[in-house]
């Protein structure tokens, strides 16, 4: 049985990069890789994003990042899989899974599996395009492997837990299948499959790092929280999972053994929602003597840190915090439901970092529904306040699956037209508020 797992190109709805787009280790196929190896499954992993040399193809009106599709095809031909599965984790892939989809089939009937955030979030909408046979929803691993199983065995899989399959036309959504309790037994990511030299010398990537080449791992999955904008409790559910210090830091100690890495990039949702975890994982690095560097780009909550903690981070390697204040008004703090900042104790907790010599910065978000002027303004003006060294402001996108998307949809917010082409025009403001137009947004975001 050979199974071909596939990370998508990325497209862009009419926006021409000047150069090739940052990637990352593809870690959830990483992780499904190396679950299926330990159950004896023959694995590949087909990364169409990552490549040496940057290449676009323009097909109508959007732009396509990544491994030409006749290469594409070319590498599933002379692979021959039994199964593909596509991984359609964000809005910029969306598009591209539906074309690799149908490269497949030109191949041959091959079972073509989608699985990821967004195939979690619009499972019927996925399965509308007829080259998609089914669905994952939600944590992949042991879904995926009960598919290779059916599929093996000649089974129906018209009722595995945690899939979306067509069923007589109508997409049937199966009964969810319980998380994995102990993600310690999850082997780590098959780096092996992967072109690790490329992600670890990849220059776009790597500028942005204090002390490269710099990896990139997950310690944890889920997050506990509720926020308006965020479509991960659609996948992870309010659950939060974290795996031991042990483990973590066993991770760290390939990575930069075997591969070089001298700087971590922790890309979870919540890294340090369990404080004491948090507190292990620093301890451990600073007595194995992994001299490494490490930062938290995806995001860590402010209101989980205190100087001790800040203390241990810095001198086990933490040169850089990315925070998640998103806003600077307390009106618009309770809409997105993030009242657990305290954002005078969030100004004192930036300086006191700043005092210790690490980098700050932090996302904010304008263009809520019920937004208006002056409250932007509070935001913009909080956010100069603070003694952050960055700040990026992003526009509120009514996402599927998010909590936003509902109160967007049931105002008349929501944005006519294809909803691909608005949700991949990335750095544009889709839709306006009730009291302002996307254009005056927009203008305020530049």
């Known amino acids: 049985m050979r199974i071909l797992l596939i990370n ?13 787009p940052m990637f990352d280790e593809p870690l959830g196929l990483g992780y499904l890789a190396s679950y299926l190896i330990n159950h004896d499954y023959e694995v590949r992993i087909l990364d169409t994003l990552a490549i040496e040399n940057v290449n676009v193809e323009q097909d109508g009106d959007y732009f396509n990042y990544g491994m030409k599709k006749k290469d594409i095809k070319r590498a599933i031909k002379a692979y021959n899989p039994d199964i593909v599965g596509i991984t359609s984790m964000y809005t910029l892939h969306s598009k591209a899974v539906h074309d690799i989809a149908k490269i497949v089939k030109e191949v041959k009937n091959i079972l073509v599996v989608v699985g990821g955030s967004h195939a979690s979030i619009l499972p019927s909408w996925i399965l509308s395009d007829k080259n998609i046979d089914l669905v994952v929803i939600g944590e992949g691993e042991e879904t995926f492997l009960d598919i290779v199983k059916h599929l093996e065995k000649g089974r129906s899989m018209t009722k595995i837990p945690g899939t ?3 069923k ?10 319980p998380f994995i309790k102990d993600i310690d037994s999850i082997p780590l990511p098959a780096r092996h499959l992967l072109p690790m030299n490329l992600y670890l010398n990849d220059w776009y990537r790597q500028r942005m ?7 990139n791992m997950i310690t944890s999955r889920g997050c506990l929280f509720n926020c308006v904008f965020c479509s991960i409790h659609s996948v992870w559910q309010h659950s939060w999972r974290g795996r031991s210090p042990e483990s973590v830091v066993d991770e760290i100690e390939i990575l930069v053994k075997k591969y070089g890495a001298k700087e971590i990039a922790f890309q979870d949702d919540n890294v340090s929602l369990n404080r004491n975890r948090m507190e292990s994982i620093c301890d451990l690095i600073i007595e194995r003597k992994l001299n490494i560097r490490w930062c938290t780009p ?37 809409f997105v439901r993030k009242t657990q900042i305290n954002l005078k104790k969030a100004k004192k907790i930036i300086k006191y970092c700043n005092k ?33 060294d960055m700040v990026t402001f992003w526009i509120a996108t009514p996402y599927p699956g998010t909590d936003l998307y509902n109160v967007c949809k049931k105002e008349n917010l929501l944005p006519t ?3 691909l082409e608005w949700m991949a025009a990335v750095d544009k403001a889709a839709c306006n508020t009730k009291h302002l137009t996307a254009e005056k947004i927009q203008e305020l975001r530049n």
């Open 209 to 215: 790092a204090m002390k490269p080449p710099r990896a």
């Open 298 to 334: 995806n995001g860590i909550a402010i209101w989980t840190l205190d100087k001790k903690l800040i203390d241990k981070m810095k001198k086990s390697g933490c040169y850089k915090l990315t925070f998640g204040i998103e806003t600077g008004c307390l009106e618009t703090q309770k």
């Open 417 to 419: 037209g294809n909803m």
């Open 8 to 20: 998508p190109y990325q497209t862009y709805y009419r926006v021409k990069l000047e150069g090739q």
């Open 356 to 388: 210790k010599g690490m980098w700050t910065h932090s996302a904010f978000i304008i263009g809520f529904p019920y937004e208006t002027l002056e409250q932007i303004r509070e935001t913009i003006n909080y956010a100069i306040s603070t003694d952050l």
């Open 164 to 166: 979306a399959i067509r």
């Open 168 to 177: 007589k036309g109508k997409v049937k959504i199966n009964k969810p299948r």
